[in-house]
């Protein structure tokens, strides 16, 4: 299991931890679907991944989170499972932003390479930083854009990168989700099967959409 195609599907697979939390006590169930571009047909189409997960608030300023990537397993016959931690460094005041780290853990199993039928398994940290503006009638929407890596320890250690940009649309305890992200901007995917679509064929360019509703905490 190869660390570039590991990263663009599970990093993509995914939107972005840790935007703001969700409140002490909060419950909040989550899913996204989307992917990097790929050519299909001769088009550019996102892949359909998916995750499913819940974030819940230990305190005002901290979440823990885990999700499952369902995709995973059904096309690519990789078991995905990620958990973290994210936390509020700082809060939003005027033109500001509220400054979000998270730490995640992605835990993969199986084999995605053709020529290696032994598989593999693998666990990939996850580090990210997000910067986020509140917006609208009571601030019930929110811009965001974050940086992050995916690193994994050994054999390696190895890491590509990623920055990311989107909007959480609130309505009441839902919130709608879109993301774009630029995956391993540094990395040649010009020889990788499928064509994945980017700025001078430097990465993979992902969209992401995503649903969320919280039960418990603050509205």
Same mark, same amino acid.
């Given at each position: ?10 990093? #993509? ?14 419950? #909040? ?46 096309? !690519? ?27 995640? !853990?992605?835990? /993969? ?21 997000? /910067? ?67 700025? #001078?064929?430097?990465? /993979? ?15």
């Amino acid at each position: 299991m190869r660390l570039l195609p590991a990263a663009l599907l599970f990093t #993509a697979c995914s939107t972005v931890h840790g935007v703001k939390p969700v409140g002490k006590g909060a419950l #909040a169930v989550e899913a996204s679907l989307g992917g990097p571009f790929v050519e299909l047909y001769g088009a550019p189409v996102p892949l359909p991944l998916t995750t499913l997960g819940a974030t819940y608030g230990v305190t005002d300023l901290v979440d823990v989170h885990a999700a499952v990537h369902p995709t995973a397993t059904a096309a !690519f016959n990789l078991i995905g499972l990620d958990a973290g931690v994210s936390g509020q460094l700082m809060a939003p005041e005027g033109a500001r932003p509220r400054l979000m780290a998270d730490l995640s !853990f992605v835990f /993969a199993a199986g084999d995605n390479e053709p020529d290696a039928p032994e598989g593999g398994v693998r666990l990939f940290a996850q580090p990210g930083l997000a /910067a986020s503006w509140d917006w609208g009638k009571s601030d019930q929407h929110t811009a965001y854009a974050s940086v992050g890596a995916f690193v994994e320890p050994r054999p390696g250690p190895h890491a590509l990168g990623w920055v990311g940009g989107g909007n959480l649309w609130g309505v009441g305890r839902t919130q709608l989700v879109t993301e774009l992200k630029w995956l391993s901007p540094w990395a040649d995917t010009e020889p990788l099967t499928p064509h994945w679509y980017a700025p #001078a064929n430097q990465g /993979a360019i992902a969209l992401q959409l995503g649903a969320r509703y919280t039960f418990g905490g603050p509205r």
